[in-house]
Each structure stands twice: as structure tokens, then as C-alpha cells.
């Protein structure tokens, strides 16, 4: 038994909310059951995730201006919100790319644009990897490198998150504390009402794994990702308190030909923080 498996085990018997969107639906994967919300039609598609501790809530506003030009597709990755992983997912960056691109298949996708933030963008960028003729740009938001990554880990995770199986029970009973102190630090615009819409998801249900992805992420320090050649572009919150000593052109090691925009006015979620101005961003192609 892996500490991941913990969560898997914790999570399977807490109590769940019913969806109530009407878009709101369940598509099974090769690593469980994942919440999504699909706007339909035969517009070009843009992917999105929330990034922990947020949801698909947190997303409305963005998925409404982005729905004016695009079908939507906006999912919660295992171990989030009400995406409950099953045994074969390991938070891996092998394992998130290979989820998207099971999503694509399922919803019957020909081609994307990636909307994706702090790890989750890693994922993006391994599936363009994977398969890129699938993938048409990528938007990622507080993005770095591997390495900047790990580090960024080691100073602003818990040490004690890290842990197997103690981890995820140290996870379990601060989860709704580590929210609170999270939106306090990250975002630099809404964290009042960030923090309302997390800690009623976590009361509802919602998975918050974030000691199982950081135990994921910690095994893919020594990766190396190929250049490619899909157009990507970074999106960087200056004000983002958890990433003021990260490098955001250490995304250049992953992406040396991607476009690098600062939101001065912007914390760790500037896709959310300033939708007006991303959705722009994203319209005009980067």
C-alpha cells in the first residue's frame, strides 16, 4: 500500500455532494472518475483545471468569458474536488498528461488549447509531448521549471506533507486550515471569497490531496522534457507571495520559444484574478 492509497481510501467514504449544474458531469478514466464541466458545441475547445485548493466553482467566471468564443472543457484532475483517483494514479507528471489526453478520447476532441496553472501546467506540457497534434497552444499560469519547482516545494510545503501515510493524515486533519492559510498568501485580489467557495467544498466532500501531489511531483525532480515546437505562452502573477523568489523564466528550460506576460496587479491565480484581461490574451492567440 502506497501513502497515495490513504487518500483513495479516506476519500471513497466521505460523503459527496450532488451536482446541481446542469453542464456538470462524470466521464470514467484509466485513474477514476473525474468531474467536469463541458459547454458543448463545435466552437474550437479549450481545457482548463483548477489548481488545489480550487474547484470547478472557483472557475464560473472564467469558463463564461472564455464560452463566448470556445467550448469549455473545464475538469477537476484526480485527487481534486470530486475527482476521486483510483489506485493506478500516482500524481505523476506521466500519469496527469496521459489523464488529459484519456479526456480529449472520451469527449471525442480532435484538437485543444491548454489553459493550466503551477503543476497542472506540467502536465500540458508532457501531453504536448505525448501528442502533438492534439494540442494547439498552451496557456499556462504560474508555471516554472521542474527544478524550480522542487524547490519551490521545499520551501513553502510543509515538510511533514511529504511523508507517506503521515502526510496524508496530517493533510486530512489541517486540510481546511492549510486553505485558509493559502488563499491568505496566494491570491492578491479575492481571497475572501476564494476561501468561502474552497472550505464549502471541502465540507461537501472535495478532495484536497495536496500531500499526495507533492509526494507525486517530488519523484520527477531528475525528468527531462523534450523541446516543442506547440506555441505556449506564461501568464505570471507578480504579486503570487508563495512564488516571489521563483524564476519565471526557468519555464524557458521546458518552452524556450514561450511568451512570457507579467500581471503586475495579479497573485497566484491571475487567470481568475484578472479573467477580463487573460480571456483577451487567450482570444488574440498569445
Not at 473525474?34 to 467566471?61: C, F, M, Q, S, Y
Not at 488549447?113 to 502533438?132: K, V
Not at 477580463?276 to 490574451?281: G, H, L
Amino acid at each position: 500500500m502506497k501513502g497515495t492509497d490513504l487518500d483513495i481510501l479516506i476519500y471513497n467514504f466521505k460523503k459527496k455532494r450532488r451536482s446541481t449544474h446542469p453542464n456538470i458531469q462524470f466521464i470514467n478514466t484509466p485513474f477514476g472518475r473525474v468531474r467536469l464541466i463541458d459547454t458543448g458545441g463545435t466552437k474550437p475547445v479549450v481545457i482548463n483545471a483548477p489548481d488545489l485548493p480550487n474547484v470547478i466553482e472557483h472557475h464560473e467566471n472564467l469558463i463564461s468569458e472564455l464560452a463566448d468564443n470556445y467550448r469549455v472543457v473545464c475538469l477537476e484532475f484526480p485527487g481534486t474536488g470530486l475527482s476521486i483517483p483510483n489506485y493506478k494514479y500516482n500524481y505523476s507528471i506521466e500519469d496527469g498528461a496521459n489523464l488529459l489526453l484519456s479526456v480529449l478520447n472520451t469527449l471525442g476532441i480532435g484538437s485543444a488549447t491548454l489553459l493550466l496553472s503551477c503543476s497542472n501546467g506540467l502536465y500540458g506540457i508532457r501531453a504536448a509531448e505525448m501528442n502533438p497534434n492534439k494540442l494547439n497552444h498552451l496557456f499556462l499560469s504560474q508555471t516554472c521549471s521542474i527544478d524550480s519547482l522542487d524547490l519551490w516545494s521545499k520551501k513553502t510545503i510543509p515538510k511533514i506533507l511529504t511523508y507517506p501515510y503521515i502526510g496524508q493524515l496530517s493533510n486530512l486533519i489541517l486540510r481546511k486550515r492549510m486553505v485558509k492559510t493559502w488563499y491568505r498568501y496566494a491570491p492578491h485580489t479575492l481571497n475572501s471569497e476564494f476561501e468561502a467557495i474552497g472550505l464549502k467544498a471541502i465540507e461537501e466532500g472535495a478532495c484536497y490531496c495536496l500531500s499526495s501531489l507533492v509526494q507525486g511531483m517530488k519523484k520527477e525532480k531528475e525528468r527531462k522534457m523534450k523541446v516543442i515546437k506547440t506555441p505556449s505562452t506564461l501568464i505570471w502573477g507578480e504579486k503570487d507571495m508563495t512564488h516571489r523568489k521563483t524564476n519565471s523564466n526557468s519555464i524557458l528550460h521546458h518552452l524556450p520559444n514561450c511568451k512570457i506576460i507579467n500581471f503586475k496587479n495579479s497573485g497566484h491565480f491571475p487567470e481568475l484574478e484578472n479573467t477580463q484581461e487573460f480571456v483577451r490574451i487567450v482570444n488574440e492567440g498569445g
